[in-house]
Nanobody, 126 residues
């Protein structure tokens, strides 16, 4: 059974950092592009970042560029999202998603992904 499990969310003060993890089970992430998405209360799901299966190409939403970093560790079958300089507007449920795609590019479009985790909550507040 293909499964993605997010972890690492929590409550953090503005300016703080968190590292989210997306662990895969039942399949190997090597052949998958991975995306991180978030959904704030009352808002639609937003593509935060993605990383390709080949070449490690990445994309970021303008709102997180320079603050968030996506990375993958295929040996650990895990993708990470390092979030620094967090702001209250980063508060949301964060989801990772995967799509089998052997390519040097990735997408931040929710419609391009097949498999989704259950999400982890991030709250940025003083």
């Amino acid at each position: 059974q293909l499964q993605l499990v997010e972890s690492g969310g929590g409550l953090v003060q503005p300016g703080g950092s968190l590292r989210l993890s997306c662990a895969a089970s039942g399949f190997t992430l090597d052949y998958y592009a991975i995306g991180w998405f978030r959904q704030a209360p009352g808002k639609g799901r937003e593509g935060v970042s993605c990383i390709s299966s080949r070449g490690g190409s990445t994309k970021y939403a303008d709102s997180v560029k320079g603050r968030f970093t996506i990375s993958r560790d295929n040996a650990e079958n895990t993708v990470y999202l390092q979030m620094n300089s967090l702001k209250p507007e980063d508060t949301a449920d964060y989801y990772c998603a995967a799509v089998p795609r052997l390519a040097y590019v990735c997408s931040r479009d929710t419609n391009d992904y097949n498999y989704w985790g259950q999400g982890t909550q991030v709250t940025v507040s003083s």
